[in-house]
């Protein structure tokens, strides 16, 4: 821009030098105005974008819906807490896509151990394997630990899905099943034991949830175009009395060195558009 300018400079009037600076200084604003408004400041390995299902997905951890052909796998490999595990202690991939009725995760993971150490959903349900989707329907960010501003959905491997919940809630740590937020199976392979096949549905909750009468508050119809915050993260646990690795789909700036911050803050949740369907 300086050289730019320069240039314009020796060549031009005084004038039209002035004609030229009010322009670049308008550009200017344009150019770091523009950018701000369309991708809510997030860099672009914080967005992503998920196209519209062009046929349904049955959630049965078999991915051989048409689908599941759509759209780009993502890698699940930034660590959050604990060492980089080796391939064959986890690794994972993703997709998504949606329909007007939620967002669809296909989720490929191998994990060497599967480990269910509490047998109560709602017991340091982090500690065990678990499949954790976070969403944050309007984009919002912000703090969410205790109220639904937006939500960490914990997949246990029994299908049932565990959040914190307001400060008032039934369970002493304010710990909450949302299991009807959330439809999951998954499966193994005959071929890779360690392989997981995991399919999930999530609707849609906005900050107006009632977790004390679900029953009146319905999932959010989605559109074209709709934005939304979107973390996914795996934790890893084969044995050990806390979790050994937690992975997530996008880097955390750490805070203190801590980047386990997205069951608190979904400002550090990445953001995703919904587009049209493939145009192939
Ligand atoms: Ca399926
Ligand atoms: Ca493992
Ligand atoms: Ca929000
Ligand atoms: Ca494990």
Known sequence: ????????????????????????????????ETPLRSSMQKPPEMTLTVPRANSPVIIDGVNDEKAWQQGNWQLLNHVWVG???????????YKLVWQTDGLYLLVELIDDVLFDQHANPLHRYWDDDCLEIFIDEDGSGG????????FAYHIGLDNQVADMGPRESQDENNFILLNHHVESMWKRSVEEPFKITWEVKVLI??????????????????????????????????????????IGSHPIEPVNGD?????KDASVFAEITLLKGDTE
């Open 1 to 32: 821009m300086v050289n730019r300018l320069l240039a314009v400079g020796l060549l031009a009037s005084a004038a039209t030098l002035a004609s030229a600076g009010q322009q670049a200084n308008q550009q200017q604003q344009t150019d770091t």
């Open 83 to 93: 060492e980089k595990p080796t391939r064959e202690d986890f690794s994972g991939r």
């Open 143 to 150: 703090e969410h630990a205790h109220n639904f501003n937006a």
């Open 205 to 246: 909750f906005d900050d107006d949830y009632d977790y004390l009468a679900p029953e009146k508050v319905m999932p959010k119809a989605l559109t074209e175009g709709k934005k939304m915050g979107f973390l996914l993260a795996y934790c890893d646990n084969d044995g050990s009395k806390q979790r050994e690795h937690f």
């Open 259 to 263: 980047m386990n911050l997205g069951y």
